[in-house]
């Protein structure tokens, strides 16, 4: 009876929409995990802001493991696009290396977590995208710069970690955390 309403909520969201929430809580945290710097420009963060690795537009997504720090100058570049390989990549490695500490900055905010979902989301997104697709690259002073979906490039970079190596990550770290208090 309750997964019936469960359902029935995601169902309701799914057609209506979620509202969005305030990002901030975790700004810092994830701010000090990428050192500071702009997730995408890897310049120092003059005005940082969250955003959504993959486009809320796209998908309102707002587990840790979709979210990233970013100057405003290339968060408001970015936009709803969705980004390059180069910046895939950037992710991949990411979840790849911080999963952990996503782990613990979601804990500590008591946020959304799903490293599978926003993994299968963002391969069932970048998998797909034809060779004519633009994806944005960067914020240059005089305009934001495109660069054509390479699918061999895209489906590289979002080779290598699954749901199940993420998971596995995450749980031997949370054992270790426990095993350490």
């Not at 490695?93 to 979902?117: N, V």
């Not at 979002?158 to 955390?177: D, V």
Request: aromatic share 6%; with cysteine.
């Amino acid at each position: 009876m309750n997964g019936d309403r469960i359902k029935d909520a995601a169902l309701e969201d799914f057609l209506f929409g979620v509202d969005r929430i305030a990002l901030t809580p975790v700004l810092d945290e994830l701010r000090e995990l990428q050192n500071g710097r702009c997730f995408y420009c890897a310049g120092p963060l003059k005005e940082p802001q969250v955003d959504h690795f993959i486009p809320w537009a796209r998908v309102p997504l707002n587990a840790i493991e979709n979210l990233v720090v970013a100057d405003k100058s290339c968060n408001n570049g970015k936009k709803d696009h969705l980004v390059a390989a180069p910046h895939v990549r950037s992710w991949m490695a990411r979840l790849a290396s911080h999963a952990s500490d996503l782990e613990a900055i979601a804990h500590k905010a008591s946020w959304d977590q799903g490293s599978a979902q926003v993994l299968g989301v963002a391969r069932a997104t970048y998998l797909l995208l034809p060779s004519s697709a633009r994806l944005w690259l960067s914020a240059k002073p005089s305009a934001q710069e495109f660069v054509a979906a390479d699918p061999c490039d895209l489906k590289l970079a979002l080779a290598g970690w699954g749901p199940a190596e993420l998971h596995s990550k995450t749980t031997h770290a949370r054992t270790l955390r426990t095993a350490h208090h």
